[in-house]
């Protein structure tokens, strides 16, 4: 049994999310649809870790067996002329037997854009949040440095998750501006709870904005309470933008 690595980047406007699921049509299950159609068998493809719907990857990290006997270079050419045009595999190599996409993963890092500009553009919507009034960079870069080291994040963790340990470490967080109007927060982390970077956005977003002081973010974190912390930001601006071996 041969073992593969991919990177793989998708929009993921069109589904469910990651992992497959009932509900709707997953970046998992066309992976393995098209990779089971190429080889002709039934393979099982596993990330890195699950986003959401509606959430983006520059490079998710994947992987899949199979005893194929088609070479590498056929394989990749085959997934890339059978997937939709909002998923495509970046890369493809075989690698040693023991690796495991989920369980070797060191660190991710996840960006989510904003456009903070008084006029909506009219391209481009499913890939930022859009936020007319200016927000002050100032007051969120200075509550994001609560944020960094490990930390009990129930705060900023999905109401209803059944995750019982919540404790993570938060490595680093950049927020910068750039001429057009777009706001890049940058996340790394050892690991990441479900919607916690969006929750950590959605309230860095209420401080830039005037509604909470930068130092409350302590007070949100030591609460260890989902309904003290701020909104859950949309899903269209959030990025996987690497996975850390």
């Not at 709707?24 to 066309?30: C, D, E, R, T």
């Not at 960006?111 to 927000?135: E, Q, T």
Request: net charge positive; with cysteine.
């Amino acid at each position: 049994m041969r073992n593969f690595k991919m990177i793989v980047e998708y929009e993921g406007t069109a589904y469910c999310g990651w992992q497959r699921q009932n509900n709707g049509v997953s970046i998992q299950q066309v992976l393995e649809e098209v990779i089971g159609n190429i080889t002709c068998k039934k393979v099982t493809v596993i990330g890195s870790g699950r986003t959401d719907a509606g959430v983006h990857a520059l490079n998710q990290t994947a992987g899949f067996k199979s005893d194929t006997m088609l070479s590498t270079e056929v394989l990749f050419r085959g997934i890339n002329g059978l997937l939709p045009r909002d998923i495509v595999v970046k890369s493809l190599e075989e690698v040693g037997a023991d690796f495991h996409a989920q369980h070797d993963a060191k660190g991710k890092v996840y960006v989510y854009r904003i456009c903070n500009k008084k006029l909506r553009p009219a391209m481009g919507h499913n890939y930022f949040w859009f936020i007319y009034y200016i927000l002050d960079l100032h007051l969120m870069k200075k509550a994001a440095q609560y944020l960094v080291g490990r930390h009990d994040f129930s705060c900023f963790c999905a109401t209803g998750s059944h995750v019982r340990d919540r404790v993570r470490t938060i490595t680093g967080i950049n927020i910068k501006k750039g001429k057009d109007g777009m706001i890049e927060i940058t996340i790394e982390a050892h690991g990441f709870l479900k919607y916690m970077v969006r929750n950590i956005v959605g309230t860095l977003v209420e401080i830039g904005s005037g509604k909470r002081p930068p130092e409350e973010m302590k007070e949100i974190i030591d609460s260890r309470d989902r309904k003290i912390a701020g909104m859950t930001a949309p899903a269209r601006g959030l990025y996987l933008k690497e996975v850390r071996y």
